[in-house]
Protein backbone atom coordinates (compact mmCIF):
# COMPACT_ATOMS: atom_id res chain seq x y z
CA UNK A 1 0.00 0.00 0.00
CA UNK A 2 2.94 2.56 0.70
CA UNK A 3 4.41 1.86 -3.28
CA UNK A 4 1.19 3.39 -4.13
CA UNK A 5 0.89 5.81 -1.24
CA UNK A 6 4.59 6.72 0.12
CA UNK A 7 3.41 9.30 2.52
CA UNK A 8 1.88 6.86 4.47
CA UNK A 9 5.63 5.97 5.54
CA UNK A 10 5.99 9.22 6.59
CA UNK A 11 3.35 9.70 8.67
CA UNK A 12 3.78 10.37 12.72
CA UNK A 13 3.16 7.70 15.08
CA UNK A 14 -0.67 6.90 15.48
CA UNK A 15 -1.87 8.38 12.51
CA UNK A 16 -4.47 5.78 11.30
CA UNK A 17 -4.07 5.18 7.04
CA UNK A 18 -8.12 5.78 7.33
CA UNK A 19 -10.31 7.41 8.73
CA UNK A 20 -13.96 5.92 10.46
CA UNK A 21 -16.62 7.65 8.30
CA UNK A 22 -19.52 6.24 9.98
CA UNK A 23 -18.98 7.11 13.31
CA UNK A 24 -21.43 10.19 12.90
CA UNK A 25 -24.11 10.38 10.81
CA UNK A 26 -24.29 14.18 10.49
CA UNK A 27 -23.07 17.58 11.61
CA UNK A 28 -25.62 17.32 13.98
CA UNK A 29 -24.24 14.37 15.38
CA UNK A 30 -20.33 15.50 16.10
CA UNK A 31 -22.22 18.92 17.78
CA UNK A 32 -24.78 16.86 20.05
CA UNK A 33 -22.08 14.26 21.67
CA UNK A 34 -19.50 17.64 21.90
CA UNK A 35 -22.90 18.61 24.26
CA UNK A 36 -22.99 14.97 26.26
CA UNK A 37 -19.07 14.99 26.47
CA UNK A 38 -18.39 18.79 27.10
CA UNK A 39 -21.73 19.75 28.76
CA UNK A 40 -20.43 22.16 31.29
CA UNK A 41 -16.82 23.34 29.61
CA UNK A 42 -16.51 26.61 27.47
CA UNK A 43 -17.52 25.92 23.50
CA UNK A 44 -17.58 29.63 22.45
CA UNK A 45 -15.96 33.14 23.94
CA UNK A 46 -16.09 36.73 22.18
CA UNK A 47 -15.57 39.65 23.39
CA UNK A 48 -16.07 38.83 27.09
CA UNK A 49 -18.57 36.47 27.04
CA UNK A 50 -18.51 32.97 27.03
CA UNK A 51 -21.07 30.03 26.18
CA UNK A 52 -21.14 26.75 27.55
CA UNK A 53 -21.68 23.58 25.30
CA UNK A 54 -25.14 23.50 27.08
CA UNK A 55 -25.75 27.42 26.79
CA UNK A 56 -25.07 26.96 23.27
CA UNK A 57 -27.08 23.74 22.63
CA UNK A 58 -30.31 25.76 24.53
CA UNK A 59 -29.75 28.87 21.82
CA UNK A 60 -29.13 26.40 18.81
CA UNK A 61 -32.53 24.49 19.85
CA UNK A 62 -34.19 27.60 19.94
CA UNK A 63 -32.84 29.08 16.23
CA UNK A 64 -33.51 25.47 14.90
CA UNK A 65 -36.82 25.61 16.01
CA UNK A 66 -37.86 28.84 15.06
CA UNK A 67 -36.54 28.25 11.67
CA UNK A 68 -38.77 25.11 11.55
CA UNK A 69 -41.70 26.06 13.02
CA UNK A 70 -42.34 30.11 13.27
CA UNK A 71 -40.89 30.45 9.81
CA UNK A 72 -41.73 27.03 8.15
CA UNK A 73 -38.57 26.62 6.57
CA UNK A 74 -38.24 22.73 5.04
CA UNK A 75 -35.46 20.35 5.26
CA UNK A 76 -33.21 21.52 1.78
CA UNK A 77 -34.04 25.15 2.35
CA UNK A 78 -30.84 27.39 1.97
CA UNK A 79 -30.37 30.40 4.77
CA UNK A 80 -27.59 32.55 4.28
CA UNK A 81 -25.16 33.76 7.15
CA UNK A 82 -23.92 37.28 7.25
CA UNK A 83 -21.81 37.44 9.55
CA UNK A 84 -18.16 38.30 11.28
CA UNK A 85 -16.94 36.02 14.02
CA UNK A 86 -19.83 36.90 16.96
CA UNK A 87 -21.46 34.23 19.34
CA UNK A 88 -24.70 34.67 16.53
CA UNK A 89 -22.79 32.87 14.00
CA UNK A 90 -22.17 29.76 16.06
CA UNK A 91 -25.62 29.33 16.93
CA UNK A 92 -27.16 30.44 13.79
CA UNK A 93 -25.21 27.52 12.15
CA UNK A 94 -25.22 24.80 13.92
CA UNK A 95 -29.63 26.07 14.34
CA UNK A 96 -29.47 26.10 10.71
CA UNK A 97 -28.37 22.64 10.00
CA UNK A 98 -30.44 21.38 13.28
CA UNK A 99 -33.21 22.37 10.87
CA UNK A 100 -31.93 20.26 8.21
CA UNK A 101 -31.16 23.61 6.44
CA UNK A 102 -28.33 24.56 4.18
CA UNK A 103 -26.22 26.77 5.35
CA UNK A 104 -24.86 29.39 2.64
CA UNK A 105 -21.88 31.39 4.06
CA UNK A 106 -21.52 34.99 2.95
CA UNK A 107 -18.73 37.35 3.45
CA UNK A 108 -20.48 40.47 5.05
CA UNK A 109 -17.75 42.67 2.98
CA UNK A 110 -19.78 41.69 0.13
CA UNK A 111 -20.90 44.56 -2.27
CA UNK A 112 -24.54 44.25 -3.31
CA UNK A 113 -23.89 43.26 -6.67
CA UNK A 114 -21.74 40.17 -5.51
CA UNK A 115 -24.18 39.15 -2.50
CA UNK A 116 -27.24 39.46 -5.40
CA UNK A 117 -25.62 36.23 -6.96
CA UNK A 118 -24.89 34.47 -4.37
CA UNK A 119 -28.81 35.17 -3.17
CA UNK A 120 -30.16 34.50 -6.81
CA UNK A 121 -27.58 31.42 -7.68
CA UNK A 122 -28.61 29.70 -4.02
CA UNK A 123 -31.90 30.50 -3.95
CA UNK A 124 -32.01 31.31 -0.57
CA UNK A 125 -35.23 31.47 1.74
CA UNK A 126 -33.58 33.29 4.96
CA UNK A 127 -30.55 35.55 5.20
CA UNK A 128 -29.05 36.25 8.89
CA UNK A 129 -27.28 39.52 8.77
CA UNK A 130 -25.28 41.93 11.41
CA UNK A 131 -26.42 44.97 11.12
CA UNK A 132 -23.38 46.63 10.26
CA UNK A 133 -24.09 44.73 6.90
CA UNK A 134 -28.03 45.38 7.08
CA UNK A 135 -28.04 48.09 4.00
CA UNK A 136 -26.21 45.81 1.37
CA UNK A 137 -29.07 43.44 2.02
CA UNK A 138 -31.70 46.16 1.91
CA UNK A 139 -30.22 47.62 -1.37
CA UNK A 140 -30.37 43.55 -2.80
CA UNK A 141 -33.92 43.55 -1.86
CA UNK A 142 -35.04 46.02 -3.79
CA UNK A 143 -34.27 44.05 -6.93
CA UNK A 144 -34.69 40.17 -5.09
CA UNK A 145 -37.08 39.01 -2.85
CA UNK A 146 -36.10 37.02 0.04
CA UNK A 147 -38.50 35.70 1.73
CA UNK A 148 -37.20 36.16 5.86
CA UNK A 149 -34.43 38.30 6.81
CA UNK A 150 -33.07 38.11 10.40
CA UNK A 151 -30.92 41.15 11.86
CA UNK A 152 -28.63 41.23 14.68
CA UNK A 153 -26.54 43.85 16.25
CA UNK A 154 -23.07 42.68 16.82
CA UNK A 155 -23.26 42.80 20.94
CA UNK A 156 -26.82 41.14 21.01
CA UNK A 157 -25.22 37.87 22.47
CA UNK A 158 -23.11 39.08 24.73
CA UNK A 159 -23.95 38.58 28.67
CA UNK A 160 -24.83 41.81 31.26
CA UNK A 161 -24.11 45.40 30.56
CA UNK A 162 -21.95 44.55 27.30
CA UNK A 163 -24.99 44.25 24.88
CA UNK A 164 -26.30 47.72 25.11
CA UNK A 165 -22.61 49.17 25.85
CA UNK A 166 -21.46 47.25 22.25
CA UNK A 167 -24.34 47.98 20.16
CA UNK A 168 -24.32 52.05 21.26
CA UNK A 169 -19.90 52.14 20.72
CA UNK A 170 -20.59 50.32 17.56
CA UNK A 171 -23.38 52.59 15.95
CA UNK A 172 -23.19 56.06 17.52
CA UNK A 173 -19.67 55.97 18.74
CA UNK A 174 -17.73 54.36 15.54
CA UNK A 175 -20.66 54.80 13.21
CA UNK A 176 -20.19 51.32 11.78
CA UNK A 177 -23.35 50.79 11.23
CA UNK A 178 -25.14 52.64 8.15
CA UNK A 179 -28.48 53.19 8.44
CA UNK A 180 -30.93 50.85 6.77
CA UNK A 181 -34.84 49.37 6.55
CA UNK A 182 -36.06 46.21 6.33
CA UNK A 183 -39.70 45.95 6.78
CA UNK A 184 -40.46 42.61 8.13
CA UNK A 185 -37.15 41.52 9.23
CA UNK A 186 -36.79 39.47 12.89
CA UNK A 187 -34.50 40.65 15.29
CA UNK A 188 -31.90 37.74 16.23
CA UNK A 189 -32.87 37.59 19.94
CA UNK A 190 -36.32 37.70 19.06
CA UNK A 191 -36.06 34.79 17.18
CA UNK A 192 -34.56 33.13 20.09
CA UNK A 193 -37.53 33.96 22.09
CA UNK A 194 -40.02 33.28 19.69
CA UNK A 195 -38.72 29.36 19.41
CA UNK A 196 -38.49 28.64 23.07
CA UNK A 197 -42.13 28.40 23.39
CA UNK A 198 -42.05 25.69 20.27
CA UNK A 199 -41.95 22.30 20.37
CA UNK A 200 -40.65 21.04 16.56
CA UNK A 201 -39.54 17.78 15.76
CA UNK A 202 -35.75 17.17 14.51
CA UNK A 203 -36.13 16.26 10.81
CA UNK A 204 -33.59 13.44 10.15
CA UNK A 205 -30.25 14.28 8.46
CA UNK A 206 -27.87 11.90 7.01
CA UNK A 207 -24.21 11.51 5.12
CA UNK A 208 -25.40 12.35 1.36
CA UNK A 209 -27.70 15.41 2.95
CA UNK A 210 -25.74 18.75 1.54
CA UNK A 211 -24.70 21.03 4.69
CA UNK A 212 -23.08 23.63 2.70
CA UNK A 213 -23.29 25.66 0.04
CA UNK A 214 -19.55 27.25 0.17
CA UNK A 215 -19.05 29.54 -2.92
CA UNK A 216 -15.76 29.82 -4.20
CA UNK A 217 -14.55 31.66 -7.37
CA UNK A 218 -13.41 29.87 -10.66
CA UNK A 219 -11.76 30.38 -14.22
CA UNK A 220 -15.27 32.20 -15.73
CA UNK A 221 -14.90 34.56 -12.35
CA UNK A 222 -18.53 33.82 -11.44
CA UNK A 223 -18.44 32.38 -7.68
CA UNK A 224 -20.01 28.97 -7.79
CA UNK A 225 -21.65 26.57 -4.84
CA UNK A 226 -19.35 24.39 -3.79
CA UNK A 227 -22.14 21.54 -2.51
CA UNK A 228 -20.51 19.97 0.94
CA UNK A 229 -22.59 17.57 2.20
CA UNK A 230 -22.67 15.77 5.85
CA UNK A 231 -20.69 13.12 4.81
CA UNK A 232 -17.63 15.53 3.47
CA UNK A 233 -17.74 17.58 6.52
CA UNK A 234 -17.66 14.98 8.77
CA UNK A 235 -14.70 13.23 6.78
CA UNK A 236 -12.33 16.18 6.85
CA UNK A 237 -13.05 16.69 10.63
CA UNK A 238 -12.37 13.17 10.92
CA UNK A 239 -9.22 13.65 9.10
CA UNK A 240 -7.70 16.74 10.69
CA UNK A 241 -8.62 15.05 14.22
CA UNK A 242 -7.08 11.86 13.52
CA UNK A 243 -3.63 14.14 12.34
CA UNK A 244 -3.50 15.99 15.70
CA UNK A 245 -5.14 14.36 17.87
CA UNK A 246 -2.70 12.69 19.61
CA UNK A 247 -1.41 16.11 20.24
CA UNK A 248 -4.51 17.31 21.82
CA UNK A 249 -5.94 17.20 25.85
CA UNK A 250 -9.57 16.63 25.31
CA UNK A 251 -11.90 19.39 26.72
CA UNK A 252 -8.96 21.50 27.79
CA UNK A 253 -7.88 22.87 24.30
CA UNK A 254 -8.53 26.91 23.31
CA UNK A 255 -8.22 27.93 19.89
CA UNK A 256 -7.90 31.45 18.61
CA UNK A 257 -10.31 31.88 16.18
CA UNK A 258 -9.04 34.64 13.94
CA UNK A 259 -9.90 33.75 10.57
CA UNK A 260 -13.56 34.30 10.21
CA UNK A 261 -15.82 31.18 10.63
CA UNK A 262 -17.76 31.69 7.03
CA UNK A 263 -14.42 30.74 5.37
CA UNK A 264 -14.33 26.97 5.09
CA UNK A 265 -10.45 26.79 7.13
CA UNK A 266 -11.87 28.27 10.03
CA UNK A 267 -15.19 26.39 10.01
CA UNK A 268 -13.62 23.22 9.59
CA UNK A 269 -10.47 23.34 11.06
CA UNK A 270 -11.73 25.68 14.15
CA UNK A 271 -15.21 24.83 14.74
CA UNK A 272 -15.65 21.45 13.99
CA UNK A 273 -12.49 19.94 14.95
CA UNK A 274 -12.23 21.63 18.32
CA UNK A 275 -15.34 20.86 19.05
CA UNK A 276 -14.99 17.16 18.53
CA UNK A 277 -12.13 17.76 21.28
CA UNK A 278 -14.61 19.78 23.47
CA UNK A 279 -12.26 22.77 23.24
CA UNK A 280 -12.77 26.73 23.19
CA UNK A 281 -13.15 28.76 19.91
CA UNK A 282 -11.84 31.96 21.13
CA UNK A 283 -13.61 34.17 18.56
CA UNK A 284 -11.94 37.64 17.06
CA UNK A 285 -14.12 39.75 15.27
CA UNK A 286 -11.87 42.36 14.32
CA UNK A 287 -8.05 40.74 13.81
CA UNK A 288 -6.68 43.61 11.55
CA UNK A 289 -7.02 45.60 15.04
CA UNK A 290 -3.78 44.37 15.98
CA UNK A 291 -3.28 45.67 19.76
CA UNK A 292 -6.63 44.80 20.37
CA UNK A 293 -6.26 41.01 18.83
CA UNK A 294 -2.86 40.85 21.52
CA UNK A 295 -4.79 41.61 24.45
CA UNK A 296 -7.24 39.22 23.44
CA UNK A 297 -4.60 36.36 22.92
CA UNK A 298 -3.58 37.89 26.58
CA UNK A 299 -6.54 37.16 28.16
CA UNK A 300 -7.48 33.78 26.48
CA UNK A 301 -4.44 31.05 27.49
CA UNK A 302 -4.46 29.60 24.64
CA UNK A 303 -3.06 26.38 22.73
CA UNK A 304 -3.57 26.68 19.13
CA UNK A 305 -4.04 29.29 16.17
CA UNK A 306 -4.55 29.38 12.79
CA UNK A 307 -4.19 31.26 10.46
CA UNK A 308 -2.97 32.71 6.59
CA UNK A 309 0.63 34.15 6.57
CA UNK A 310 -0.50 37.51 6.38
CA UNK A 311 -1.95 37.05 10.09
CA UNK A 312 0.89 35.44 11.35
CA UNK A 313 3.33 38.33 10.04
CA UNK A 314 0.76 40.71 11.29
CA UNK A 315 1.52 39.18 14.95
CA UNK A 316 4.93 39.06 14.44
CA UNK A 317 5.02 42.60 13.71
CA UNK A 318 2.66 44.31 16.39
CA UNK A 319 4.38 45.67 19.47
CA UNK A 320 3.71 43.63 22.42
CA UNK A 321 3.49 40.00 20.59
CA UNK A 322 6.60 38.96 21.53
CA UNK A 323 6.17 39.28 25.29
CA UNK A 324 2.94 36.68 25.42
CA UNK A 325 3.28 34.07 27.35
CA UNK A 326 3.17 30.56 24.69
CA UNK A 327 3.96 27.89 27.11
CA UNK A 328 0.75 26.66 26.26
CA UNK A 329 1.20 26.76 22.67
CA UNK A 330 1.23 23.52 20.67
CA UNK A 331 -0.55 24.12 17.36
CA UNK A 332 0.12 26.37 14.86
CA UNK A 333 -1.69 26.02 11.50
CA UNK A 334 -1.05 27.85 8.23
CA UNK A 335 -2.93 27.74 5.26
CA UNK A 336 -5.26 29.64 3.03
CA UNK A 337 -2.28 30.79 0.91
CA UNK A 338 1.83 29.71 1.28
CA UNK A 339 3.57 30.00 4.51
CA UNK A 340 6.69 32.36 3.55
CA UNK A 341 9.90 31.01 5.13
CA UNK A 342 10.92 33.97 6.80
CA UNK A 343 7.81 34.27 8.83
CA UNK A 344 7.81 30.70 9.63
CA UNK A 345 11.19 30.62 11.25
CA UNK A 346 10.65 34.14 12.71
CA UNK A 347 7.18 32.47 14.49
CA UNK A 348 9.41 29.75 15.44
CA UNK A 349 11.88 32.00 17.29
CA UNK A 350 9.08 34.11 19.00
CA UNK A 351 6.99 31.09 19.61
CA UNK A 352 8.86 27.93 20.41
CA UNK A 353 6.07 26.56 18.24
CA UNK A 354 6.39 25.36 14.65
CA UNK A 355 4.58 26.82 12.14
CA UNK A 356 3.38 23.94 10.62
CA UNK A 357 1.95 24.32 6.64
CA UNK A 358 -1.73 23.28 5.16
CA UNK A 359 -2.95 22.77 2.13
CA UNK A 360 -6.43 22.55 0.90
CA UNK A 361 -9.32 23.64 -1.12
CA UNK A 362 -13.22 24.98 -0.66
CA UNK A 363 -13.87 21.93 -3.01
CA UNK A 364 -12.00 19.44 -0.69
CA UNK A 365 -14.14 21.23 3.07
CA UNK A 366 -11.04 21.86 2.80
CA UNK A 367 -7.87 20.24 4.35
CA UNK A 368 -6.33 17.88 1.81
CA UNK A 369 -2.53 17.53 2.38
CA UNK A 370 -0.77 18.71 5.91
CA UNK A 371 2.49 18.72 7.68
CA UNK A 372 3.24 16.71 10.72
CA UNK A 373 2.24 19.08 13.70
CA UNK A 374 5.11 17.22 15.42
CA UNK A 375 7.54 19.43 12.77
CA UNK A 376 10.73 20.26 13.91
CA UNK A 377 10.91 23.13 11.66
CA UNK A 378 9.43 24.66 8.87
CA UNK A 379 10.00 22.28 5.87
CA UNK A 380 8.67 24.39 2.62
CA UNK A 381 6.38 21.89 2.36
CA UNK A 382 2.52 21.34 2.09
CA UNK A 383 2.21 18.67 4.00
CA UNK A 384 1.12 14.58 3.46
CA UNK A 385 -2.31 13.51 2.07
CA UNK A 386 -4.09 13.23 5.17
CA UNK A 387 -5.80 9.88 6.36
CA UNK A 388 -8.28 8.08 3.90
CA UNK A 389 -7.33 11.01 0.87
CA UNK A 390 -5.56 10.46 -1.91
CA UNK A 391 -3.12 12.14 -4.68
CA UNK A 392 -1.32 11.93 -7.71
CA UNK A 393 0.12 14.55 -9.95
CA UNK A 394 -0.52 14.30 -14.02
CA UNK A 395 1.10 16.18 -17.14
CA UNK A 396 -1.33 17.72 -19.43
CA UNK A 397 -2.58 14.66 -20.86
CA UNK A 398 -3.57 13.18 -17.69
CA UNK A 399 -0.96 10.71 -16.89
CA UNK A 400 1.26 10.07 -13.62
CA UNK A 401 4.63 12.28 -13.69
CA UNK A 402 7.63 10.24 -11.90
CA UNK A 403 8.50 11.14 -8.37
CA UNK A 404 10.37 14.82 -8.24
CA UNK A 405 8.69 16.12 -11.46
CA UNK A 406 5.80 18.62 -11.68
CA UNK A 407 2.57 18.76 -12.47
CA UNK A 408 -1.11 19.67 -11.32
CA UNK A 409 -1.86 18.12 -8.20
CA UNK A 410 -5.00 15.76 -7.76
CA UNK A 411 -6.60 14.47 -5.10
CA UNK A 412 -9.44 11.84 -4.02
CA UNK A 413 -10.93 11.25 -1.01
CA UNK A 414 -13.87 11.65 1.33
CA UNK A 415 -13.83 15.12 1.49
CA UNK A 416 -14.20 16.22 -2.07
CA UNK A 417 -17.20 18.01 -3.01
CA UNK A 418 -20.57 16.45 -4.29
CA UNK A 419 -20.49 18.61 -7.47
CA UNK A 420 -21.02 22.63 -8.05
CA UNK A 421 -24.29 23.88 -7.48
CA UNK A 422 -26.45 23.70 -10.50
CA UNK A 423 -23.69 23.36 -12.78
CA UNK A 424 -22.74 20.27 -14.70
CA UNK A 425 -20.29 21.61 -17.31
CA UNK A 426 -18.26 23.51 -14.82
CA UNK A 427 -17.96 20.03 -12.58
CA UNK A 428 -17.18 18.19 -15.20
CA UNK A 429 -13.73 19.86 -15.88
CA UNK A 430 -12.75 19.04 -12.17
CA UNK A 431 -13.97 16.50 -11.35
CA UNK A 432 -13.73 13.38 -12.90
CA UNK A 433 -16.65 10.50 -12.96
CA UNK A 434 -14.30 8.30 -10.40
CA UNK A 435 -14.26 11.15 -8.08
CA UNK A 436 -10.73 12.79 -9.15
CA UNK A 437 -10.58 16.43 -8.44
CA UNK A 438 -8.32 18.39 -10.70
CA UNK A 439 -6.90 20.99 -8.61
CA UNK A 440 -5.71 23.10 -11.35
CA UNK A 441 -2.42 23.92 -8.54
CA UNK A 442 1.38 23.04 -9.68
CA UNK A 443 2.91 20.53 -7.90
CA UNK A 444 5.51 17.54 -7.00
CA UNK A 445 6.29 15.13 -4.65
CA UNK A 446 9.64 14.41 -3.17
CA UNK A 447 10.77 10.60 -2.21
CA UNK A 448 8.94 10.43 1.05
CA UNK A 449 5.77 11.22 0.23
CA UNK A 450 5.70 15.31 0.66
CA UNK A 451 4.47 17.45 -1.30
CA UNK A 452 5.41 21.02 -2.43
CA UNK A 453 3.38 23.55 -4.37
CA UNK A 454 5.29 24.68 -7.74
CA UNK A 455 2.67 27.14 -8.63
CA UNK A 456 -0.54 28.77 -8.06
CA UNK A 457 -3.66 28.30 -10.77
CA UNK A 458 -2.65 29.97 -14.21
CA UNK A 459 -4.34 33.34 -13.29
CA UNK A 460 -5.90 33.44 -9.68
CA UNK A 461 -4.67 36.26 -7.24
CA UNK A 462 -4.35 35.15 -3.80
CA UNK A 463 -5.33 38.09 -1.40
CA UNK A 464 -4.93 37.26 2.15
CA UNK A 465 -5.91 33.77 1.52
CA UNK A 466 -9.20 34.72 -0.56
CA UNK A 467 -9.30 33.68 -3.65
CA UNK A 468 -9.12 36.84 -6.39
CA UNK A 469 -10.07 35.83 -9.92
CA UNK A 470 -8.57 38.22 -12.69
CA UNK A 471 -12.28 37.76 -15.00
CA UNK A 472 -14.51 38.71 -12.08
CA UNK A 473 -12.79 42.19 -11.67
CA UNK A 474 -12.11 42.53 -15.87
CA UNK A 475 -15.42 41.91 -15.69
CA UNK A 476 -16.73 44.48 -13.55
CA UNK A 477 -14.43 47.11 -14.70
CA UNK A 478 -15.01 47.40 -18.72
CA UNK A 479 -18.36 48.03 -17.91
CA UNK A 480 -16.55 51.35 -16.63
CA UNK A 481 -16.95 54.36 -19.11
CA UNK A 482 -13.73 55.14 -20.54
CA UNK A 483 -12.18 51.53 -20.61
CA UNK A 484 -11.99 49.91 -23.29
CA UNK A 485 -9.75 46.57 -21.96
CA UNK A 486 -8.97 45.66 -18.74
CA UNK A 487 -6.31 42.58 -17.58
CA UNK A 488 -5.49 42.29 -13.82
CA UNK A 489 -2.75 40.21 -12.50
CA UNK A 490 -1.37 39.55 -8.89
CA UNK A 491 1.78 41.16 -7.56
CA UNK A 492 3.80 40.45 -4.40
CA UNK A 493 2.53 42.44 -1.33
CA UNK A 494 4.29 42.72 2.16
CA UNK A 495 0.80 42.93 3.56
CA UNK A 496 -1.38 40.77 1.98
CA UNK A 497 0.48 38.17 0.15
CA UNK A 498 -0.35 39.59 -3.03
CA UNK A 499 -2.38 42.75 -4.47
CA UNK A 500 -4.54 43.31 -7.41
CA UNK A 501 -2.59 45.20 -10.00
CA UNK A 502 -5.19 46.22 -13.16
CA UNK A 503 -3.67 47.10 -16.22
CA UNK A 504 -6.24 49.46 -18.21
CA UNK A 505 -6.53 50.40 -22.14
CA UNK A 506 -8.23 53.54 -22.46
CA UNK A 507 -11.28 54.37 -24.63
CA UNK A 508 -11.51 58.14 -23.05
CA UNK A 509 -7.95 59.60 -22.49
CA UNK A 510 -8.83 61.30 -19.81
CA UNK A 511 -9.90 59.10 -16.76
CA UNK A 512 -7.12 58.74 -14.11
CA UNK A 513 -6.28 56.06 -11.48
CA UNK A 514 -7.82 57.38 -8.72
CA UNK A 515 -11.78 57.21 -11.71
CA UNK A 516 -10.24 53.89 -12.33
CA UNK A 517 -10.21 52.68 -8.00
CA UNK A 518 -13.51 54.87 -6.89
CA UNK A 519 -15.33 52.92 -9.78
CA UNK A 520 -13.75 49.74 -8.36
CA UNK A 521 -15.12 50.14 -5.04
CA UNK A 522 -18.84 50.53 -6.17
CA UNK A 523 -18.66 47.23 -7.16
CA UNK A 524 -15.92 44.84 -5.50
CA UNK A 525 -15.31 43.95 -2.06
CA UNK A 526 -11.97 45.32 -0.60
CA UNK A 527 -9.81 42.54 -1.21
CA UNK A 528 -10.89 42.15 -4.91
CA UNK A 529 -9.84 46.49 -5.86
CA UNK A 530 -7.24 46.98 -8.00
CA UNK A 531 -4.97 48.55 -5.49
CA UNK A 532 -2.12 49.28 -8.64
CA UNK A 533 -3.25 50.85 -12.13
CA UNK A 534 -1.86 50.89 -15.00
CA UNK A 535 -2.90 52.49 -18.57
CA UNK A 536 -0.83 50.75 -21.55
CA UNK A 537 -1.76 50.98 -25.22
CA UNK A 538 -2.85 47.10 -25.55
CA UNK A 539 -2.79 43.85 -23.95
CA UNK A 540 -0.59 41.36 -24.87
CA UNK A 541 -3.14 38.24 -26.43
CA UNK A 542 -3.05 35.40 -28.14
CA UNK A 543 -3.56 34.67 -31.65
CA UNK A 544 -7.42 33.92 -30.65
CA UNK A 545 -7.76 37.41 -28.48
CA UNK A 546 -7.33 35.76 -24.91
CA UNK A 547 -5.42 38.07 -22.76
CA UNK A 548 -1.81 36.65 -21.95
CA UNK A 549 -1.76 37.26 -18.05
CA UNK A 550 1.26 35.24 -17.75
CA UNK A 551 3.02 37.14 -19.92
CA UNK A 552 1.92 40.35 -17.76
CA UNK A 553 3.44 38.58 -14.77
CA UNK A 554 6.22 38.06 -16.23
CA UNK A 555 7.03 41.93 -17.23
CA UNK A 556 6.03 43.07 -13.54
CA UNK A 557 8.72 40.33 -11.82
CA UNK A 558 11.22 41.60 -14.24
CA UNK A 559 10.46 45.18 -13.63
CA UNK A 560 10.82 44.35 -9.73
Request: hydrophobic share 40%.
Amino acid sequence: MTDSKPWLSSYPEGVPAEIDLNEFSSVNDVFDEAVRNYADRPAFHNMGTTLTYTELDQRVAQFAAFLECKLGLKKGDRIVLMMPNCLQYPIALFGALRAGLVVVNTNPLYTPRELKHQLQDSGAKAVVVLDNFGATVETVLKELKVPHIITSGLGDQLSGLKRPIVNFVVKRIKKMVPAYSIPGAIRFNDALAAGKAQNCSRPKVEHGDTAFLQYTGGTTGVAKGAVLTHRNMIANMQQASAWVGRNVEMGKEIIITALPLYHIFALTANSLVFMKFGGLNWMITNPRDMPGFIKELKKSNFTAITGVNTLFNGLLNTAGFSELDFSRLHISLGGGMAVQRAVAERWKKTTGCTLVEAYGLTETSPAAVINPVTLAEYNGAIGLPIPSTDARIIDEEGNEVPTGNPGELCIKGPQVMKEYWQRPEETAKVLSADGWLRTGDIARMDEAGYFYIVDRKKDMILVSGFNVYPNEIEGVMVAMPGILEAAAIGVPDEHSGEAVKLFVVRKDPSITEAQVKEYAHGSLTGYKRPRHVEFVTELPKTNVGKILHRELRERELAKQ
